[in-house]
């Protein structure tokens, strides 16, 4: 049973949270290959995609990484198209939390759920934006 320390809320229930993310533990590794993404309205581009993904705080938080090129007619990376970084965790009041942050300065919080085996997220609305879910 977790304990508070004078002037801090007790402890949530860690082993709670630890099983809300043994779905991702899969994922931990470092990932290379062909891919593809899709950034709002238009056709997916073609990526070639390196990921890594750490488990931390005893399988508390998972880290993401990814960084992610054209695709060159020869099958080469070209330019940086994305180069974000990632973290999801396990929310008190269900589902997860997913903290997106780019390269350009960009950053945003969102919700997860897992849907049919996926990671399925959706960054929040913007008056310019459309929600889409984004599998993982």
């Known amino acids: 049973a977790a304990t508070a320390q004078p002037g801090r809320p007790p402890a949530p229930d860690t082993a709670k949270f630890?099983?809300?993310?043994?779905?991702?533990?899969p994922a931990v590794?470092?990932?290379?290959?062909?891919?593809?993404?899709?950034?709002?309205?238009?056709?997916?581009?073609?990526?070639?995609?390196?990921?890594?993904?750490?488990?931390?705080?005893?399988?508390?938080?998972l880290v993401i990484e990814g960084l992610h090129h054209s695709r060159n007619a020869d099958g080469t990376a070209g330019r940086v198209v994305h180069n974000a970084l990632a973290t999801i965790s396990a929310d008190p009041a269900g589902g997860h939390r997913l903290e997106t942050y780019l390269a350009d300065g960009r950053a945003a919080e969102?919700?997860?759920?897992?849907?049919?085996g996926k990671f399925v997220w959706a960054p929040p609305l913007t008056?310019?934006?459309s929600e889409v879910g984004k599998p993982m």
Not at 48 to 60: D, K
Not at 110 to 116: D, S, V
């Open 18 to 25: 630890r099983e809300a993310m043994k779905p991702f533990l």
């Open 29 to 61: 590794g470092n990932w290379r290959g062909e891919g593809w993404m899709q950034m709002g309205p238009g056709e997916p581009q073609r990526t070639v995609s390196e990921e890594r993904v750490e488990s931390h705080l005893e399988g508390l938080v």
């Open 110 to 116: 969102a919700r997860g759920a897992w849907e049919n």
């Open 127 to 129: 008056p310019n934006s």
